[in-house]
């Protein structure tokens, strides 16, 4: 899962040089000795500091990631989600919190050893970049669920004063990951200058990129939560993802045989490689069988039924005018599986299933099977990947639009108005490439719309079942509160098309409940924030445990 696409060998030695250095790496903050990751014949060269950060790319998500699009209202498993429906309980061990500290604890390890090394300072600065931009990565992830973490900023061993840390308020940790990525920004290679066979690699655009996803998380959670200075993060996410926009770096991806399906081969093998300059960070999986750094079977994933879209996302989805569902002409009752799809975003059809779809051997049948909603997602299905049982298509993890989608945000939030000139350059260009007309501010008063909540909604339906990004949304928001305890519903039910299944338990106006409000619920004045693990709470006296967990 290293990032030389074009030589698989070479990925393998490096891949396992970083697991022979850093196999000794641990959970509860990594409380071991330094001794053991010491190597006194390693840590010479630049190549050494390159072969050690290989191993931080491991931990980039993989594409079963995308299943986390069910913690919210956008997606649906094979059975209820803790996360969405309140249910969960406080953990005993989480990879959500020993797996970051095992990276920051790589990242720190690499960060102090390349002061031993001084054969080429810019390659040295360059990968002191790659180890700050994966653990501003870290904090960032660590910060979202538990707001105030331990910042540990260097290696220690067993008696250290750090194996019994205290949180560190999330203000300081955000000035940390903002430190990071700036040196990050200043020592990474621009995407266009990075030889093709390190595609994969972090870049100036990566470090960039999260910069302006942690400055308009923690912007629109101090302005929606009234906590903390949100002009000033907002500020942060606005120019980092300007910065990106004025560096011409970037573009929307665009099919040239298909142009108006574009948005769809985005996320087929079309998408892949180094040509498409809409992908900021892939984690890679290879090309195939012959060129194969690690293969999925995401495919397979899907077909299974590991997320599902629900009723709530189709109802995002606008009439071809721009309005929606209640205010749009073109809306007519909804007759058949197809009707819902005519006259709409050409994305809802891109990103879900319906009968004019090929499938696996045939067109799409409407089909209960391994769906509790009647919905099957599009997005990274390819047939051929399903026959064999093997795929290569790599996960996508920043790209372009969702710079154009910050940027459109922090604009709004930071003045309370955006300009048609900044929706133009922003929004209304991932609407141009399906085929959208342009939201603008006349639109907006003349259908009494919000624009902030088309704004929201265009983030909505664009980043659609791919990840945890609906979920974050709506705590960030402060809207979970208000969106998770609601019913999960899927398709209406017509039943002579969905003829492998009788008597499902429906609405009175004929939609498919999932799962019944009575069975979901949403604390806020605890889900807002998750609990930490308990175990980690008996190793260090100094840590708390997250209000009313």
């Known amino acids: ?66 299943d986390a699009a069910v913690w919210s209202d ?6 209820p989600n803790t996360i969405s429906d309140g249910s969960r309980l ?29 054969d ?13 931009f994966f653990r501003a990565f870290a904090y960032m992830e660590l910060v979202k669920r538990y707001g105030d973490v331990p910042l540990i900023l260097r290696t220690f061993d067993v008696n250290d004063t750090l194996t019994e840390a205290y949180r560190t308020a999330r203000e300081t940790v955000m000035d940390s990951i903002y430190a990071d990525l700036d040196f990050a920004i200043a020592h990474l290679p621009v995407a266009s200058k ?16 999260l910069k302006a996803s942690a400055g308009l998380f923690e912007g629109t959670w101090n302005k929606f939560h009234q906590q903390g200075d949100a002009s000033r993060h907002l500020n942060i996410a606005l120019e980092a993802s300007e910065q990106i926009i004025n560096s011409g770096e970037y573009a929307l991806f665009t099919y040239a045989p298909l142009p108006d399906s574009s948005y769809f081969y985005l996320f087929q093998n079309a998408g892949e490689g180094p040509a498409n300059k809409e992908n900021i960070l892939v984690r890679l999986y290879g090309e195939n069988m012959n060129n194969s750094i690690a293969s999925h079977n995401y495919v397979r994933s899907i077909w299974g039924g590991s997320v599902t879209p629900t009723k709530s996302l189709m109802d995002a989805y606008l009439y071809k005018d721009g309005l929606p569902a209640g205010k749009s002409p073109w809306e007519k009752p909804q007759t058949n599986t197809l009707s819902q799809y005519e006259n709409r975003d050409p994305r809802m059809d891109m990103t879900v299933f319906n009968k004019r779809h090929w499938f696996i051997n045939s067109l799409y049948v409407p089909s209960f ?5 009647g919905y099957k997602s599009r997005k990274y299905f390819i047939s051929v990947d399903w026959t064999i049982n093997q795929s290569y298509v790599d996960n996508i993890i920043m790209r ?15 003045n309370g108005q955006i300009s048609d000139d900044d929706l133009n350059r922003s929004v209304n260009l991932i609407r141009h490439r399906v085929g959208m007309p342009p939201l603008t501010n006349a639109f907006v008063a003349e259908h009494s719309l919000s624009m902030r909540e088309e704004i929201r909604r265009e983030r909505r339906v664009e980043l659609a079942l791919e990840g945890d990004h609906r979920y974050w ?46 069975k979901r619920k949403f604390d806020p004045d605890k889900d807002y924030l998750w609990p930490l693990p308990t175990k980690e709470l008996g190793l260090d006296i100094h840590l708390s445990q997250n209000p009313q967990w």
């Open 1 to 66: 899962m290293l990032m030389i696409r074009n030589n698989k060998k070479a990925c393998c030695l490096l891949l396992a040089a970083a697991g022979l250095i850093f196999a000794a790496c641990t959970k509860q903050l990594n409380k071991i000795p330094e001794t053991t990751l010491s190597d006194a014949a390693f840590w010479k060269t630049s190549s050494d500091l390159r072969d050690a950060c290989n191993s931080f790319y491991v931990v980039l998500p993989a594409i079963q990631s995308n």
């Open 473 to 518: 949304d709506l705590i960030r928001w402060k809207t979970a509160e208000t969106v998770l305890p609601q019913a999960v519903l899927g398709t209406k039910f017509f039943p002579d098309e969905y003829v492998d299944v009788t008597n499902p338990k429906l609405t009175p106006e004929g939609f498919v409940i999932a799962q019944d409000a009575a």
């Open 120 to 132: 080429d300072p810019e390659q040295v600065d360059r990968y002191r970049g790659e180890a700050r």
């Open 194 to 209: 990075l030889p093709q066979a390190e595609y994969g690699r972090a870049t100036r655009g990566a470090a960039l990129f």
């Open 74 to 79: 956008d997606g649906f498993g094979t059975a």
């Open 90 to 118: 406080v953990p005993v061990t989480s990879g959500d919190w020993s797996d970051k500290y095992s990276l920051i604890r790589k990242c720190n390890n690499v960060l102090e050893k390349s002061s031993r090394v001084s």
């Open 400 to 414: 372009y639009a969702e710079v154009l989608l910050m940027f459109a945000e922090a604009k709004y939030e930071l």
């Open 369 to 373: 099977q391994n769906t509790l909603t």
